[in-house]
């Protein structure tokens, strides 16, 4: 990053650099694909677990409650040991690309996400059960049903992983690389520019950083109250 | 709204994640793995886009420790290695996980101490004595810890001096199992003595009070060698696209790119190629 | 195919029913046919919510059976339920009833919603999201929502207890209506005035317990039971 040298991030950002951008590009890429594919698995799983009663539910709800803390740098060995060539899945061949940060991330905040859900469809149920169980809404009808309901508290439940995805550098480091230019996003960018030496430029990035998520969160919110008032 | 527009974009972002197989497999891109040390220098980012230019290859490095760095082509995460551990390379082309070692270039370490310098070392050429120096008044000394080409140096350093801190752990070695820029970070915040590249240690930002103590001692060289990572092991190598970088290299094009990259007006590496 | 069998008569043979350990029902026996509304009364915690849950399948009793001429799996789906309380979908007026539609295993059309929104009076407010409604205009769709399953039976647990007089008059006629065109009404209530208006046949329950049951002229001219007498007469059953 020898342009990276010498400037701090505000030039940067002012001067519309095209590095920094394809970071916080590949950035939001990355976390917000691995939002929505751990949401895909992680919403239905949850919703499901609310609603299900089967032998070893309460220990399966404790199980991905502490799966919410896994360690980024844990998964991201796990992974790292399944996508590597001399692993199972080599045969992909995409370690050290940003789809094996995708599903990194994912597989850190599904758990996250499902625990959330879980909280969130079991206390809509108890006040939704008597009038779906009357109108026969049963299986996939009152999960989807549920969920749909659930949106707003649930848009909260994608923005705690996005959050988590977006501010972890353990996991993208290992499986990523961070290899300029293809694999390096905002956290390793800061995280490399430190161990130049390179403190008011990782200090000026790690504020762009959360300027980036605090201005996902900002249109969330929006697109929120938005819906809430026109679709109701 | 509701269902359909959202599985429109489930499929979509699914669709990033297929394989990249195919395409990788058509893609003009090698993997290389290299050390922190290396790749923090700049080097990469100056000869890279030459090499580009050249030949259309999208060089794409992932910067470890060199233990680290030769276990990935080991397991065939890459096409290439470039490290700077000579026994260490001979042994892993020794071992056929490389096809051949090529000598490339050399650059030097550099002992690296704070301005109050209580081993009173400052200025001298002779890192053994300097070492012998520095066990002696027990002053600070940082060690990187991590497998690396750097902490292979330094291990060689301190057998050189008959001194065997990496196991005798005496309170004033300190690993921290960490790259170069972190080694002189701790360095500068601890007030000790650290070996450092030279390349590494121009471009670092943060040298607070930390400064040169002993340079130029012919045992401070650090040679480095590319090796292919043998298709035998690892089909996957992309070995066409490997080699013409390995010959690019070591050619009179690249050797010359090389001694061209200069940090404050100081050259970093000092090509070699067919002699280290 | 949908099946139009009669779920009715419901026949309740010494059914019980207890939450934990607090005993609700004790041995009710009641047969629910054909015919005019069939109001429930009796003071708080009578039972008659549990009654009428357990007629709609919702409960299951911890004693005695609960018959259907249809079979019970048929019987739930020829029936429907307004709670007093009703939960509006997150979603508009219109998307509510054609939810009720689907899951009744029938044909989401505009023209049938429509039809039944106009029914209740909710025609101009078809777009408005639910839980924007006034309460009457709630309740009025969870009536449209509870007819859009095409019920025999209609069960309604105090369904005006919590609107003003003309918000009950609106629901009360969209009843009456509905049970002019031959939908059996089950309705619980604990407003005296409501029970004589509506009333084809009456039971009274108090303590867990059938006090009396019988068709309303009589039941509100010549009360049988002593019990009966005092709740018509407005005092307390202890």
Known sequence: MAVLDGMTALELIWSGDARLFQIVGLSLLVTLSATVLAAGVGMPFGALLALSRFPGRHALIV???????????????????????????????????????????????????????????????????????????????????????????????????????????????????????????????????????????????????????????ALAWAARGWSERHVG | MGLRLRQLIVLLLFSQLAPALPAAAEEKAIVVASTTSTQDSGLFNFILPMFKAKTGIDVRVIAQGTGQALDTGRRGDADVVFVHAKPQEEKFVADGFGVKRFAVMYNDFVLIGPKSDPAKIKGGNDVVAALQAISKTEAPFVSRGDKSGTHAAELALWKQANLDPANTKPAWYREIGQGMGAALNTAGAMGAYVLSDR?????????????????????????????????????????????AFIDWLVSGEGQEAIRAYKIDGQQLFFPNAGEG | ????????????????YAAGNTPI??????????????????????????????????????????????????????????????????????????????????????????????????????????????????????????????????????????????????VEDIIVRTAAAGV???MATHDLGQARRLAGSV??????????????????????????????????IL
């Not at chain 1, 705690?160 to 353990?170: H, K, T």
């Not at chain 1, 905002?186 to 950083?209: D, F, Q, R, Y």
Request: glycine share 8%.
């Open chain 3, 203 to 236: 039971v009274l329950l108090a303590n867990g317990g059938i006090v009396e049951q019988a068709a309303a002229t009589t039941f509100f001219q010549a009360p049988a039971t002593t019990m009966a007498k005092q709740f018509l007469a407005g005092e307390l």
């Open chain 1, 63 to 217: 199980l991905v409650n502490g799966a919410m803390g896994l360690p980024p740098v844990v998964v991201g060995l796990v992974v790292f040991l399944l996508l590597s060539r001399s692993g199972p899945l080599g045969e992909l061949g995409i370690l050290f690309t940003p789809q094996a940060m995708i599903i990194a991330q994912a597989i850190l905040i599904a758990p996250i996400i499902a625990a959330l859900t879980r909280q969130v469809i079991e206390d809509l149920w108890a006040e939704y059960r008597d009038e779906l169980t009357a109108m026969d809404v049963t299986g996939a009808r009152r999960v989807l049903a549920l969920l749909w309901d659930a949106r707003f508290s649930l848009i909260t439940t994608l923005l705690a992983g996005f959050g988590r995805a977006a501010a972890e550098v353990g996991a993208v480091m290992i499986v990523g690389g961070n290899i300029d230019g293809f694999t390096r996003v905002m956290t390793t960018t800061i995280a490399l520019e430190t161990s130049k030496g390179n403190l008011p430029l990782a200090i000026g990035l790690g504020l762009v950083l959360i300027a980036v998520i605090l201005a996902v969160n």
């Open chain 3, 184 to 186: 059996k009404i089950v």
């Open chain 3, 25 to 170: 029902l004790n041995a009710i026996s009641l047969a629910i046919s054909a015919g005019p509304p069939t109001l429930l009364l009796g003071p708080n915690g009578s039972g008659k919510t549990t009654l009428l849950k357990l007629a709609m399948g919702l409960l299951t009793p911890v004693a005695g059976r609960i018959l259907y001429a249809s079979g019970a799996e048929i019987a739930r789906r020829r029936c429907a339920f307004v709670f007093q309380k009703p939960v509006m979908l997150r979603r508009s007026a219109a998307r509510n009833i054609a939810f009720a539609l689907k899951a009744a295993a029938r044909v989401p059309e505009a023209a049938t919603i429509e039809r039944l929104l106009q029914a209740v009076g909710l025609g101009s407010v078809a777009e408005r999201p639910a839980r924007r409604l006034s309460g009457g205009e709630q309740q009025r769709l969870a009536l449209a929502r509870a007819l859009a399953r095409d019920p025999a039976v209609l069960f309604l647990d105090e369904p005006t207890a919590s609107l003003d007089p003309a918000a009950t008059k609106s």
């Open chain 3, 1 to 16: 195919m949908r099946d139009r069998s009669n779920p009715l008569p419901i026949e309740f043979q010494d059914v019980a």
């Open chain 2, 199 to 243: 390349g590494t240690w121009i471009s670092f930002k943060n040298k607070g009070d930390l400064a040169i103590v002993v340079e130029g001692d012919r045992r401070l060289f650090n040679q480095y060698g590319v090796i292919l990572v043998n298709p035998a092991k690892h089909p996957n190598v992309k070995k066409d696209l490997g080699q």
